[in-house]
């Protein structure tokens, strides 16, 4: 089957403008994952939701990056007043469901470069 | 808080040569512990997974891992490696849905 999908594959804007990166999910699975990976690091917790509410998004950095998950299927995460600072390799994951035990299935990623 | 810590950077291996990258954790209770693999262009792979239960697990690519509580450990082990095996590897723990990773190691292997 399909697996996690995430569009599009690559993002360049410029410093201050307002970006959207997309998800989408195995069909099914109940929790999706938000992480981010910045070159030479290993992937940093952003988000995660538990059908289409937010159950922790302690990792978000600031109040310029906000996630929805409106239908609890696909999920966006919005990145306002973009800066040099958020270039990274924006991940999405999904899982069956929240249990520490689920695997988190990747999806390929977003490059976000800001200039 | 959770943490892990993968002191190696880069490894270079020759191929048929065994390998193991070395991960530490640090977890309060019982861990789960996860190795994934990423390759160039590719979304993070899971390799193996430790919940419970024997310490030594087995996983896909004839890759295997060993949990040492005694020394919050959990290092990936490869008996021969091949070519292929080149990536980025990541260990990762997680208490309460989030997984926390390690920096990664990068696995070279020479001819």
């Known amino acids: 089957g399909a697996g996690v999908s995430q569009t599009p594959s690559n993002k360049v804007t410029e410093k201050g403008k307002y970006v959207e990166l997309r998800c989408d999910p195995i069909?099914?699975?109940?929790?999706l994952y938000w992480y981010r990976q910045s070159l030479g690091q290993g992937p940093e917790f952003l988000i995660y939701?538990?059908?289409?509410?937010?159950?922790?998004d302690s990792g978000l950095p600031n109040d310029r990056f906000f996630a929805v998950r409106p239908e609890g299927s696909v999920s966006t995460l919005k990145i306002q007043r973009t800066e040099r600072g958020d270039s990274a390799v924006y991940l999405c994951?999904?899982?069956?469901?929240?249990?520490?035990?689920?695997?988190?299935?990747f999806g390929p990623g977003t490059r976000l470069t800001v200039l | 808080a959770q943490s892990v810590t993968q002191p190696d950077i880069h490894i270079t291996v020759s191929e048929g040569a065994s390998l193991e990258l070395r991960c530490n954790y640090s977890y309060g209770a019982t861990p789960y512990l996860f190795w994934y693999v990423q390759s160039p262009g590719q979304g993070l792979q899971l390799l193996l997974k430790y919940f419970s239960g024997d310490t030594l697990v087995q996983g896909i690519k004839g890759f295997e891992a060993e949990f040492k509580r005694s020394q919050s450990s959990f290092n990936l082990r490869k008996p021969s490696v091949h070519w292929s095996d080149a990536a980025e590897y990541f260990c990762?723990?997680?208490?309460?849905?989030?997984?926390?990773f390690g920096t990664g190691t990068r696995l070279l292997v020479s001819p």
């Open positions: 069909s099914g699975h109940t929790a």
């Open positions: 994951a999904s899982s069956p469901g929240t249990s520490g035990t689920n695997e988190q299935f």
């Open positions: 990762a723990v997680t208490g309460f849905q989030k997984l926390v």
């Open positions: 939701f538990q059908g289409t509410g937010a159950a922790d």
